[in-house]
């Protein structure tokens, strides 16, 4: 069997491959090129808003009864944006999978993950990834019918966010503190949802008002935790006053060698190391 379609939003829909009758099935190849993702999304076991334009190369088997379908290859998502519906969590420019498994409903295994000029929301105060949550909650603005297959089941060997942009709020305190984080590099490794156990990570960025961070260790999503090394090489205090719990007026450069663990919800962390200020 060979399909062509142009899709609702634009893109087109490519399948070529085999078309058994009894019992019915399909195996073959399945191209999609420049697709809206707003029509698939109440097949996927992804809460929030989500936008983009989805391309992938897959190797698709399916049966209708029982009902099973299984693919595996490469996609990327551009233009990404995920939401509550009220502000925007995080955006991409672009998103690229590649070592791809997914098996319906709900289990996805991706085994190198790229995220380029990648912005999200970190909530400082609480630990809360908001993007993380909207896309692992209940799906949004959808038909009850559609949200009642199991939660998502995801795992990443390698996670890569290049040129990353961070806007980091404390929500503890009033009004609400904001710090902004530019031309960030993380990797990410081991990453599950649910969360299974701890993941590494390095992340690498320059600081708001000069210097540069370096952390390297390991972090939990439940319960939320860190151990890390943290470096810190002529760090402007004016950057990081607004997080302190100091009053007064901050001035200098800090170099520093830290180690930092402990908890993120509730904050209790032990931090210990050396650190001058200039």
Do not use: C
């Amino acid at each position: 069997v060979r399909v062509r379609a142009s899709l609702p939003g634009g893109g087109a829909l490519r399948v070529r491959g085999q078309l058994g009758l009894v019992p019915l099935s399909l195996e073959g190849a399945v191209t999609l090129d420049s697709a809206d993702l707003t029509p698939v999304l109440a097949y996927l076991p992804l809460g929030g808003h989500i936008a983009g334009r989805a391309a992938a190369t897959l190797s698709v088997t399916a049966t209708a009864e029982p009902l099973a379908i299984a693919a595996s290859g490469t996609a990327s998502l551009a233009e990404v944006i995920v939401s509550d519906g009220a502000q925007p969590l995080l955006t991409a420019d672009r998103l690229e999978l590649a070592g791809l498994r997914y098996d319906w409903p709900a289990t996805l295994g991706i085994d190198r993950l790229i995220l380029r000029k990648p912005w999200a929301l970190i909530d400082q105060g609480s630990g809360r990834l908001p993007a993380l949550e909207a896309l692992t909650g209940p799906p949004a603005g959808r038909e009850a019918g559609a949200s009642s297959h199991p939660g998502l089941q995801a795992s990443v060997r390698r996670a890569v966010l290049e040129n990353g942009a961070v806007t980091l709020v404390d929500s503890s305190v009033t009004p609400p503190v904001r710090v902004e984080v530019v031309d960030a590099r993380l990797t990410v490794r081991d990453l599950s949802w649910p969360p299974r156990g701890a993941s590494r990570f390095v992340l690498r960025a320059p600081m708001p008002a000069g210097g540069r961070v370096e952390a390297r260790g390991q972090f939990r999503l439940d319960p939320p935790g860190i151990d890390t090394r943290l470096r810190l090489t002529g760090a402007d205090l004016t950057a990081v006053q607004p997080l302190l719990p100091v009053r007064g007026r901050l001035a200098g450069q800090v170099d520093a060698d830290l180690t930092v663990a402990g908890s993120l919800t509730p904050m209790a962390l032990a931090i210990t190391g050396r650190m001058a200020v200039n």
